[in-house]
């Protein structure tokens, strides 16, 4: 399975900003995304974008993160602005099997490689 490498998470105050990056292990014009797992709940979609730079964001996050892709580069990006408590997981990106375009639901099932994850705590 094709992996991708994250980096970036770390330990933050509330009302502080991250910015996490996500390496592909091959160029892709596939649809990418970020998910997140916090302790005891289920991985939730965050936000995807297309080959294009067509985006869509769960509602919890819009107005606060930004997802981009640099094609160029082969990196995806995710800027956390204004975090909060609830924003502390894990965050994982991955690559859907779509291409250019993203699925119109953020599940799981759409997506067929993932990173290994990137711990994001936000302390209040």
């Known amino acids: 399975q094709e992996q991708l490498a994250e980096s970036g998470g770390g330990s933050v105050q509330s009302g502080g900003s991250l910015r996490l990056s996500c390496a592909p292990a091959a160029p892709t014009s596939n649809c990418m995304a970020w998910f997140r797992q916090a302790p005891g709940k289920q991985r939730e979609g965050v936000a995807a974008i297309g080959r294009w730079g067509d985006t869509d964001y769960a509602d919890s996050v819009k107005g606060r993160f930004t997802i981009s892709r640099d094609n160029a580069k082969n990196t995806l990006f995710l800027q956390m602005n204004s975090l909060k408590p609830e924003d502390t997981a894990i965050y994982y990106c991955?690559?859907?099997?779509?291409?250019?375009?993203?699925?119109?639901?953020?599940?799981?099932?759409?997506?067929?490689?993932w990173g290994q994850g990137t711990q994001v705590t936000v302390s209040s």
């Open positions: 991955a690559q859907s099997r779509r291409y250019l375009t993203c699925p119109g639901s953020r599940s799981e099932d759409e997506y067929n490689a």
